[in-house]
């Protein structure tokens, strides 16, 4: 069974499946108010007798008419457009259903239930061939650039959308445009048009014989026109994150540059809220950049519920990172693992110049993600994502950002194995081990650790405590922090060896 949002888009999808299927012995149906109650009923019946192979159909598949005879596959396309009640009705279909999900900007808790490992996730990063990013302007609604931007695009033979979402005036829009710009036809389309008067005006479009076509958000999913590469949006600051995505998404898709104009009214001041979606959608115009769109719409809008109707929101003003905590800690003890506590974190004073520079990121809010980040290193890989992250938004990084990092992930090696502080002094660096580390790596096991270390280095016993003194006299900050961290690094694999050798003996 395929799900999806509208009946422009199940149309499309349904042409699709049958050309591509026409080689194979697969009867294919269609579920929508495009069809006749006669033919939905026959393609209801054949359901039930599992007579259809592949199904395609709107929310008309959710009835409870609709039985399935044996339901093994559900694709859900553009996920963001359904509900919570949606989706669960599907999953009482059959108890055991494999669900496939397809979306460009996933709603914030969706993402979120992906990320936690509740959902597996796939990214596909890869555009077709030859297609260049949407040119993307937020900007105050000015006359003049929509006469320049509709002109321009008249004269390479092209065509716009102008996304107007007031019904009862879109006439009104679509009589100004055409004083605007003389000679251009213009076509209206919305949602409470007869579905006849709705196809023929797209199909007139798509034909060429109308030059600019002003609509509602009808046109978010499933319209595929490759000559439309101007698009408008007024009132943009109205709109969510996912559905300024996916009204871009309408532009773009051929070899020729597109351009996209996010426009507000001029003497509005913007809220915070409509500011940072309007502000995401200039940061990232790159083919592919679905998925960190969506990872900035579940920062500013929230996770939401993992058991709940909400799709998005803090819970209750928790916070998102204290929540996401709380939830990663009670997954993993319902699948029985171990919560590492986070409280015994390791004192790091290393007197080196480890910040991120002003005149490297600007923007505080950006600043304070990465930060975040760098404190929630908790693998080689994440340390490694996190630099070519820097690289791709922000460009090179200085010396002081590298350092940084490398705390970042000496402090992860650290938290492995007990370390409580390392504290540098004059021409040495302290390392502090609490039990039971430390007594699993008393005597031949810590100096196997330091056998690799370029450093000269004591050990002595402190209470139940272990320390390790490195002697970084006249060395680069860079060569003996890379031995610090080699030194914990080698530890924590010492240890690990160790406790799998132990459950073998076992």
Not at 87 to 110: F, G, H, Y
Not at 283 to 294: C, P, Q, R, V
Not at 316 to 334: C, H, I, P, R, T
């Amino acid at each position: 069974a395929v799900l999806v949002p509208t009946t422009i888009l199940a149309e499309q999808h349904y042409e699709n499946f049958v050309q591509r299927f026409s080689d194979y012995p697969f009867t294919i149906g269609l579920l929508s108010r495009f069809r006749s109650k006669k033919e939905q009923e026959e393609t209801i019946e054949k359901l039930r007798k599992g007579a259809v192979d592949i199904v395609i159909g709107t929310h008309r598949l959710l009835s409870k008419d609709v039985q399935f005879l044996d339901l093994g596959l559900l694709v859900v396309d553009e996920e963001q457009r359904f509900g919570v009640k949606h989706k669960e009705r599907l999953k009482q279909l059959k108890s055991q259903v494999d669900v496939l999900t397809l979306t460009a900007t996933p709603i914030p808790r969706t993402l979120h239930m992906s990320m936690l490992g509740v959902r597996d996730l796939s990214v596909i990063e890869t555009p077709p061939a030859n297609r260049y990013p949407v040119q993307t302007f937020v900007m105050e609604q000015n006359p003049m650039t929509i006469r320049d931007g509709i002109e321009r695009e008249m004269a390479r033979g092209g065509q716009v959308f102008y996304l107007y979402n007031r019904v009862e005036t879109i006439e009104k829009k679509a009589d100004e445009l055409r004083a605007l710009v003389p000679g251009c036809r213009v076509g209206v389309i919305h949602g409470q048009m007869s579905e006849t008067t709705l196809e023929n005006i797209l199909f007139q479009f798509i034909e060429g014989e109308y030059d600019v076509l002003v609509t509602t958000t009808i046109i978010e999913t499933g319209v595929d026109i490759p000559n439309v590469n101007t698009l408008f949006i007024e009132n943009a600051d109205h709109m969510g994150l996912s559905q300024l995505y996916q009204l871009r998404g309408r532009v773009g898709r051929t070899n020729r540059i597109a351009y996209a104009y996010l426009m507000y009214q001029p003497d509005k001041v913007l809220t915070e809220v409509s500011e940072k979606r309007l502000q995401a959608m200039r940061d990232f115009t790159e083919l592919g950049s679905g998925f960190k769109i969506a990872m900035r719409d579940l920062s500013i809008r929230g996770a939401g519920n993992l058991l709940g109707k909400q799709q998005h929101g803090f819970i209750d003003s928790v916070g998102f990172d204290l929540y996401s905590q709380l939830l990663s800690e009670a997954v993993l003890k319902k699948q029985g693992k171990e919560v590492k506590s986070d409280e015994e974190t390791v004192e790091i004073d290393l007197q080196i110049d480890a910040y991120i520079p002003a005149s490297y990121i600007q923007d505080e809010r950006q600043k304070i993600e990465m930060y975040k980040r760098i404190r929630s290193i908790d693998s080689v890989e994440a340390y490694e994502e996190l630099l070519d992250d820097f690289i791709d938004r922000f460009g090179d990084f200085p010396d002081e950002v590298s350092a940084l990092a490398e705390v970042g992930l000496i402090k992860h090696y650290a938290n492995e194995i007990d370390v409580v502080s390392i504290k540098r002094k004059d021409n040495s660096v302290t390392i502090t081990i609490a039990p039971p580390s430390a007594t699993r790596l008393q005597g031949v096991p810590v100096f196997e650790a330091l056998g690799p270390v370029k450093l000269p280095a004591q050990v002595a016993n402190k209470g139940e405590s272990l320390q390790i003194l490195l002697n970084i006299t006249q060395k680069p900050v860079d060569l003996w922090l890379e031995q610090v961290k080699l030194f914990v690094k080698t530890c924590g694999e010492i240890l690990a060896r160790d406790e799998e050798k132990h459950e073998e003996d076992k």
